[in-house]
């Protein structure tokens, strides 16, 4: 048997036979275990009167000079024995036992030298300091009638410690803890354990600075800016209540501070406050501000911040709380370096007034807006569909990149083109398109279009409109009149002289989207030449209408001549093929035809119709694709359930990445 083996054995016999009140066996057993300790410790002796004066001696100077304790207890005593050192936790949990068996037995003044050298085998552990506390506090503890033993060691203790009486141990015991702590913090070499949980405690009970240290007032402002940086605009005003330093520190970092998201402000008062305190914002998001009464005096002050450059403002009913056209107080509003502003307000109330104050607020950033988003702002409007504000055609916007129009907007190409020369991202949803023009829109890179009405006097097609370096195009609604009236051709698709207009080509084109079937005539004149130069890399579309007027095309009967290398995500919607008439499952085999014309798909978008898989059973068809040997990402929204959890186990073994992804998420409209 080895000696550590040895010496727990001796420890654990110790141990039982202090538990048995065998405090003479138990010992002789604790003592044979320190000795097997490898550190070989010598014996002080029996009079210990040098090493406890000399130790209460040093606690008490550590008041002023917290390091004093260390260096005395890391030295020799005063009588010239040098103390031994060791680290080890069984000889640690020994020699603590022993302290633990002589107290038990009322031999409380050895209980307390025993403890002393604990402390000086290893200063950095709080063990020896969670043991002496007690010891004290046992000692001088409040007794109707002192027993003889604790009036003899208290007696004993006071003589070798020089202290005139009880209340100046009682102070040593105070000391005691601060030095622990101290000492366990800044010289330890192991992580913390439930003594250091133990000594912390005793701290806080009695009520000393060191048990409620702050780490902000520890660390460098580097690691506190890592560390907060992970919360959000709420979570960090409730940090700054916590007390004034760290109000003031996290204040400070204007890093943390520098994009701000309020979900629902209500305090008009503590907003105005907030923007003073935060003067150097550069994203302000505010995601409903109707309990906010934002009027124009606040929308002014918010725009006056100096570092400015993103504002999004939305809200459950309208922007503005009031609308006292005051105008002139955002005419006198300093140029800020706003670059995107996002308006959104509530689409239920239709007939809302017009807001000038928001129109001659986007007139007044009109210079430095990069990024322009307007949601149901202006309302009012005739035959159901709702006009922007003439204002409009007085606008121009020299730098902006991207444009969203969301609701009850209308727009003239011509206008648009001249107001925003240099647009690349145009995002069209719930629209109307009026005295549309035959233009020419060369900077647009980027075209996503949901649902949209026409207000012109006769079609003209708003591809013709596009140049040949698009690279997006997202058609995002099934209707089919927009895909092949106002975008392809004129004229009503019941007229038998239904002509369609000659389309360009797309050659840059690098993403394809569209809800509504393509037909093989303007699939191969828009799509073909990105396919052949290898341009395309994402294609999407649907195989039925959602009038389910005709059946479900099988893409690779349908385009035969369609194939690329390049493509890497192939998305196909509203499919609802069935191998018969009787079976439930859904057959994947037409996906999989078309998913082999492009040897290097990566990624997968698969979105059934609806009413079939409510029906039908999805899992053969994605445990079809799950298997397929080249995919590796799949987004759908068919899975459900059982066959859900299903899907997910193939996945898992198979590496394949299976999300449940939402149908309209999927367009880049951000």
């Known amino acids: 048997m080895g000696s550590s083996e040895e010496s727990e054995t001796k420890l654990r016999l110790g141990i039982t036979q202090m538990h048995e009140n065998l405090y003479g066996d138990a010992l002789t057993s604790l003592i044979k275990a320190i000795n097997l300790c490898p550190c070989r410790p010598a014996s002080h002796g029996k009079d210990k009167s040098c090493n406890i004066s000399q130790c209460i001696r040093a606690v008490r100077d550590s008041e002023t000079d917290p390091d004093s304790f260390y260096r005395i207890v890391t030295g020799p005593c005063s009588c010239g024995f040098k103390w031994p050192s060791c680290t080890r936790p069984l000889h640690l949990e020994a020699v603590d036992t022993l302290a633990a068996c002589l107290e038990k037995a009322k031999r409380y003044a050895a209980a307390f030298s025993t403890t002393l050298g604990l402390i000086r085998l290893d200063p950095a552990s709080p063990i020896g300091y969670c043991r002496i506390t007690n010891i004290i506090r046992y000692l001088v503890k409040d007794r109707t009638e002192i027993d003889h033993d604790v009036r003899r060691s208290l007696s004993a203790l006071l003589r070798d410690a020089n202290l005139s009486d009880r209340k100046k141990l009682g102070q040593c015991l105070v000391m005691f803890v601060k030095c622990g702590l101290h000492n366990a913090e800044k010289y330890r070499h192991s992580p913390d354990d439930k003594y250091h949980v133990i000594l912390r405690q005793m701290a806080h009970r009695l009520k000393l600075p060191q048990s409620r240290k702050d780490f902000l007032t520890r660390l460098p402002p580097e690691l506190i800016h890592m560390i907060f940086a992970h919360l959000d605009t709420p979570q960090l005003v409730a940090c700054c209540r916590v007390s004034k330093v760290w109000r003031q520190s996290l204040e400070a970092d204007t890093l943390l501070w520098a994009s701000i998201n309020l979900a629902r402000p209500r305090s008009s008062r503590y907003f105005a406050k907030f923007l003073q305190r935060h003067r150097t914002v550069r994203n302000l998001s505010i995601q409903d501000c109707s309990r ?219 993403v394809f989207r569209s809800k509504y079937p393509p037909t093989p005539d303007w699939f191969k004149q828009l799509l073909s030449p990105a396919l052949q130069n290898g341009s395309l890399k994402v294609l999407e579309f649907s195989v039925q209408n959602r009038w389910r007027s005709q059946p479900a095309i099988e893409p690779a009967k349908e385009y035969p001549s369609a194939a690329s290398d390049q493509v890497h995500t192939i998305g196909l919607y509203d499919y609802a093929w069935a191998a018969d008439s009787y079976t439930k499952e859904l057959d994947a085999t037409p996906f999989l035809e078309w998913l082999n014309r492009f040897p290097n798909v990566k990624t997968v978008t698969a979105y059934p119709d609806h009413l079939f898989h409510e029906y039908r059973s999805t899992l053969s068809f994605f445990s079809r694709l799950i298997a397929h040997p080249n995919i590796e990402v799949i987004h759908q929204d068919g899975l459900q359930g059982v066959e859900w959890d299903r899907a997910q186990e193939l996945a898992k073994a198979r590496g394949v990445k299976l999300f449940h992804t939402p149908e309209h998420t999927r367009c880049t409209k951000t």
């Open 292 to 510: 906010l009464n934002l009027s124009v005096d606040k929308l002014t002050a918010i725009l006056r911040l100096p570092r400015l450059q993103c504002l999004q403002i939305a809200s459950s009913d309208g922007i503005l709380a009031d609308h006292n056209n005051n105008l002139q107080s955002i005419d006198r509003i300093e140029a800020s370096p706003l670059t995107k502003l996002s308006l959104s307000a509530n689409a239920k109330f239709p007939g809302v007034s017009k807001e000038p104050e928001l129109l001659q607020l986007v007139k007044r950033k009109a210079a430095t807006l990069e990024d322009l988003e307007l949601c149901r702002i202006w309302e009012g409007g005739r035959n159901g569909f709702f006009l922007v504000n003439e204002g409009w055609h007085a606008i121009v916007f020299p730098n902006l990149r991207k444009l969203c129009l969301i609701g009850n907007h209308h727009f003239d190409l011509a206008v648009l083109n001249n107001c925003a020369p240099n647009l690349e991202h145009l995002y069209v949803e719930d629209c109307a398109i009026h005295h549309g023009t035959n233009v020419k829109l060369e900077s647009l890179r980027r075209l996503s279009i949901g649902s949209l009405c026409y207000l012109g006097d006769g079609p003209h097609g708003i591809f013709p409109c596009l140049p040949r370096t698009m690279q997006v195009i997202e058609l995002l609604s099934p209707d089919p009149s927009l895909h092949k009236t106002f975008l392809f051709g004129f004229g009503d698709l019941d007229d038998p002289e239904y002509e369609v207009r000659e389309l360009p080509e797309f050659p840059c084109l690098e």
